[in-house]
Every structure is written in structure tokens, then in C-alpha cells.
């Protein structure tokens, strides 16, 4: 039986790690490879796709042929769209005659496997095996939904890039799936294919500062304005560092107006900043500008910054987006804690790297989705037994921990007070009285 193979991708970054990994062998053959391109933007009628980026003809080679999903479903928008279950056998009918596959043997490579477009794809064919691949830090935290075991027990594997030497994802651990690692080799050689197709950068000096904007307002993390002060703050953080040249890289989602106040701020300090407006992956960048330094906010350039091209990198913001973000569960909370817990602050303030990773990850994961980390809570109590410091208070919430019966939560001689199924009654009654 001839075996065909999809491969969903939204972003850059995740087609390059998906190319790495075709060049590392970490798919078995196929007689076909079908890149399923989709455009989550919000509107994705006006705004270029992933085929417009620079470089993709170069990443469009490991595949056999290229298909628009967002075509496939139109006018319905990728992000949002499911099937009903009783509509799922005819779609499955209507895709395999449209794309040929007859009666292959379908398999399944796809991205954030809780939500559409990759949990649509993976209903609409029910029989495939699943792999899974990481687009950033996200997959280092829990599930963020409790998943469908039709579709979680088809998962063999979560590919990920080593961000973070030694940490394994938690992402679909609750179905023991494992990680397994893209070699950071054939990823960097990928990036340097892509090198060559990006627009020069014009009127840029020798190793300069690159600030990474990465539109937070659009996540409702900050407003607008709080955003933009985050870029002045980049501005001056890497100016008292001694960097005069500065490169801007906007999110490519994000309105032009999002620089120019670091624009104006780079003038009244007499440096240079230039702002790179092209959709570009900042890993490109680091192959034709040799930054000295890099500044974000949570980016997980910032980690391929360090760990895969030992660049210097800095962060700032985080510990503010840490404090307001809402709810507790929300998924940026994992790739904020590892780049507050693992960078360097832009103003230089102390703040020693966090030791053992691994089992703050384990923790705050737990504290995200304890039920379906149900079996890390032994890990979580321990950590927060043991670890829970000053520095490390910050990725806990107080009433979090008291919700959950852990340590750090309410004082000790009160810790079965959130357990207690008579005083839960009490505050109801209160609670129905008061309404």
C-alpha cells in the first residue's frame, strides 16, 4: 500500500524544523510528502502567507507538492473551522479525491495538535498515525486542552528542537508519547539555505544589537501602548549596554506604528536603528547580520539566540507579563518562565539563572493542568517544597497553589482548609446569599 504523508505548517520556523528534520531522516520513506501550508492570520485574504516568505522555494523542495488548506476550506477560517462528526466521512472522501491519495495509507505531521487546524485534520482522518512537531517553547508545557484519546493515543512522538539541552516536553506526556530531538545541525544548515534569499538589511554596521518585537498586544498580554514602551525600553536597555547600530525586527502581523516611538528614542540617543519590515525569521537574521546581541521579551528566537548560535541575549518584560498573565493555565506561561528563569535581565539587574529547570518546568506545568499532570503531582510538591525561593515565588500564583493543595499556598496549619468539603459548603451558601 503506497503511503502519503502530510506535513502542516503555518509558520516559517516550523517549516524550517520540519525541513531539518526530513534531512535528518526522521521520517521513514514515502511515496508521497504534501506540504499543507495554512494562514492563521487574522485576516489571511490580505496578508502574505507562507509561501510568500523569503527562501520558501528552498524549503518547498523536501516536498513532492504544496497545497493551500486555506483554499481547501474557504471562505471557513483555518484557525476556527472543524467538521461535525457526522460531516467527517464525506470530507475524508472529498479530500482524497481532491488530492489523490485513493485508498493510501495516510500519516500526519502537524503543529498544535489541540486546536484547528491540526485537531481538524487529524479528525478528518481518523486512521492516520500522527507525529507531532514543536513550533517553539509552547510544546515544553502541558496540554493545553484535555484531548480526544482517538486522536492522543495516535500520536507516536512530539519532534522538538533541543531550546532547552536536556528538557523534555510535556506536551502529550498524559498519552506517553515521547520527545524526540531535530538535530540542531540540519536545522542550522536549513537556515543558511534560507540566508541568501533575504532582502539586505541596508545601512547596518558590524555586529549590532537585534531587538525582536513580537506583536503582545494582539494576545492581549499588554496594550498597545505598554507594547511600544517595551520596544523603548529594548532601545535604551541595549544603548547603556554600549550598542550604538540597532535592528528592529516587528512581528510581521504587527502595524508599522509599533516602531517609530523606538525609532524616536534611538534618535534622541544618537543611535541608529533600522527597522527590518520584511517576513523574515530572525534566525536569518543571526546568519547575515552576526548580531552581538539579541533583546526580546519571550521570543523563542531568543533561545535559538543562545543555545544554537551562541549569540548574548537579554530579555525584558518578562516578570511584568508574568504578574498579569490571565487565566493561570494559559499556555505562554511555560516559554515566559524558561526565558525569565534561563536569560539574563536587559538592565542588568542580578538575576541568577534558575537551577533545575527540569523540575520548575514540571511544577508549573502541574500547576497549569493538574488533571491532566495528574501523575506529576508528587514532582510538583516536591519542587515546591524544596525550591520555592524569592526568585522562584514569581511562576507560582499564591491562590493557585491554595486551590491545589500544594505548598507555598496558605499557611501550612491551614493547608486542609481548600480540601475541606464542609467549608467549600459554607462559602456556596454565603455565596447564593449574596447574590
Not at 500522527?130 to 484535555?146: E, H, I, K, N
Amino acid at each position: 500500500m503506497s503511503v502519503t504523508r502530510i506535513f502542516l505548517a503555518s509558520t516559517p520556523y516550523g517549516t524550517a524544523t520540519l525541513a531539518a528534520a526530513v534531512d535528518a531522516g526522521r521520517f521513514p520513506p514515502a511515496d508521497r510528502r504534501i506540504l499543507l501550508t495554512s494562514n492563521h492570520s487574522p485576516a489571511p485574504e490580505v496578508t502574505p502567507g507562507l509561501a510568500a516568505v523569503p527562501g520558501f522555494a528552498a524549503l518547498r523542495a523536501r516536498f513532492d507538492e504544496v497545497i493551500d488548506w486555506n483554499a481547501v476550506i474557504a471562505p471557513q477560517h483555518p484557525g476556527v473551522w472543524a467538521p461535525r462528526e457526522e460531516d467527517v466521512p464525506m470530507w475524508e472522501r472529498q479530500l482524497r479525491a481532491l488530492w489523490g491519495l485513493g485508498d493510501d495509507r495516510v500519516e500526519l505531521v502537524v503543529e498544535s495538535l489541540q486546536v484547528p487546524p491540526a485537531q481538524s485534520l487529524c479528525r478528518l482522518f481518523p486512521g492516520a498515525a500522527v507525529d507531532v512537531y514543536a513550533d517553539g517553547l509552547m510544546s515544553y508545557g502541558p496540554t493545553r486542552f484535555r484531548l480526544d484519546p482517538q486522536i492522543g493515543m495516535r500520536v507516536r512522538r512530539v519532534l522538538h528542537l533541543d531550546l532547552v539541552p536536556g528538557l523534555e516536553p510535556l506536551l502529550l506526556t498524559e498519552f506517553g508519547v515521547p520527545g524526540e530531538l531535530v538535530p540542531t545541525a540540519h536545522f542550522l544548515k536549513v537556515v543558511a539555505e534560507l540566508a541568501p534569499y533575504a532582502q539586505p538589511v541596508p545601512a547596518v554596521g558590524e555586529a549590532p544589537a537585534l531587538l525582536l518585537g513580537q506583536y503582545l498586544s494582539a494576545l492581549e498580554l499588554m496594550s498597545a501602548s505598554e507594547e511600544e514602551d517595551l520596544h523603548v525600553e529594548m532601545v535604551r536597555g541595549a544603548y547603556a549596554r554600549g550598542h550604538r547600530e540597532l535592528v528592529f525586527k516587528p512581528h510581521p502581523s504587527a502595524p508599522a506604528q509599533y516602531s517609530r516611538r523606538a525609532q524616536a528614542q534611538a534618535r534622541r540617543l544618537g543611535a541608529r536603528l533600522t527597522v527590518v519590515s520584511e517576513p523574515v525569521l530572525a534566525e536569518t537574521l543571526y546568519e547575515r547580520l552576526r548580531p552581538a546581541l539579541v533583546v526580546g521579551c519571550f521570543s523563542t528566537a531568543l533561545l535559538t539566540a543562545a543555545t544554537l548560535y551562541g549569540i548574548p541575549v537579554a530579555r525584558t518584560g518578562t516578570e511584568a507579563v508574568l504578574g498579569r498573565l490571565e487565566p493561570y493555565q494559559n499556555s505562554n506561561r511555560i516559554p515566559l518562565t524558561l526565558v525569565d528563569a534561563l536569560l539574563p535581565e536587559l538592565s542588568g539587574a542580578e538575576s541568577p539563572a534558575v537551577p533545575d529547570v527540569a523540575a520548575l518546568v514540571t511544577a508549573v506545568g502541574f500547576t497549569m493542568q493538574p488533571r491532566i499532570l495528574a501523575a506529576r503531582r508528587e514532582e510538583a510538591q516536591r519542587y515546591l517544597s524544596g525550591s520555592l525561593t524569592p526568585r522562584t515565588r514569581r511562576y507560582f500564583k499564591r491562590r493557585r497553589l491554595t486551590v491545589l493543595g500544594l505548598p507555598g499556598g496558605v499557611p501550612a496549619r491551614l493547608a486542609f482548609l481548600p480540601r475541606s468539603p464542609r467549608l467549600r459548603r459554607a462559602v456556596h451558601r454565603v455565596l447564593r446569599r449574596l447574590r
